[in-house]
């Protein structure tokens, strides 16, 4: 194993967020590769997120976002479990990096579940009739609209969107890695985005 340094700390600290002790850890598991210690941590991130799922969420913040040009504007709440949290800078800079995304990507939603269903039952129906009419077997077709409505959800619904800032994630990651570093449930609960003659 190579010697952990305090550069290489610091370097993986810079590039997750995540407390020293926690990145030291991650360092010593994965012999000082950094890229699999960042994929570790993503994944202890995740392991959190789901071991706090069922804890409410009364406190956060709404945060607004006027883009360049006051013609485009967006509006959005983080929840968490604590006040404390919910003023840290870490929420706050995750609330605007996430506004300034979605003044950019403009979701129609959060989640796929809140996904509009008579809008997805007309989005199901286009694929279906694309598919019958390009002579697809029956068989497949409906293993194809699966795949087309996953690519729907990622364009259209905010968590599965690809981060602006860095295509290497989504939304999604980018929230159980705030949850990872901060060590309580956060979700993002709705946001409304506004564009002047829109």
Do not use: W
């Not at 030291?24 to 071991?51: M, N």
């Not at 804890?55 to 404390?84: M, R, W």
């Not at 990096?97 to 989640?111: E, F, Q, S, T």
């Not at 295509?167 to 449930?185: Q, S």
């Amino acid at each position: 194993m190579g010697k952990i340094t305090l550069d290489l700390i610091q370097q993986l600290r810079d590039k997750t967020g995540i407390g020293m002790m926690d990145c030291k850890k991650a360092l010593i598991e994965t012999d000082g590769d950094v890229e699999k210690s960042i994929e570790l941590l993503r994944k202890k991130g995740a392991a959190v997120a789901e071991k706090r799922s069922g804890n409410a969420t009364k406190q956060g913040l709404i945060l607004p976002y006027i883009h360049a040009g006051s013609q485009l504007g967006v509006l959005i709440e983080v929840n968490c479990e604590t006040d404390f949290v919910a003023r840290t800078e870490d929420v706050k800079n995750f609330a605007q990096d996430v506004a300034m995304h979605i003044a950019a990507m403009n979701p129609r939603c959060v989640a796929p579940e809140e996904l509009d269903s008579a809008f997805l039952a007309k989005e199901t129906d286009v694929f279906r009739e694309q598919l019958l009419t390009s002579g697809k077997p029956a068989h497949i077709i409906d293993s194809i609209i699966t795949g087309k409505i996953e690519k729907l959800y990622s364009e259209v619904c905010l968590l599965k969107q690809t981060f602006i800032k860095n295509d290497k994630i989504t939304i999604e990651d980018l929230l159980k890695d705030l949850i990872a570093k901060m060590g309580e449930k956060i979700a993002i609960r709705r946001f409304v985005r506004f564009e002047v003659g829109n």
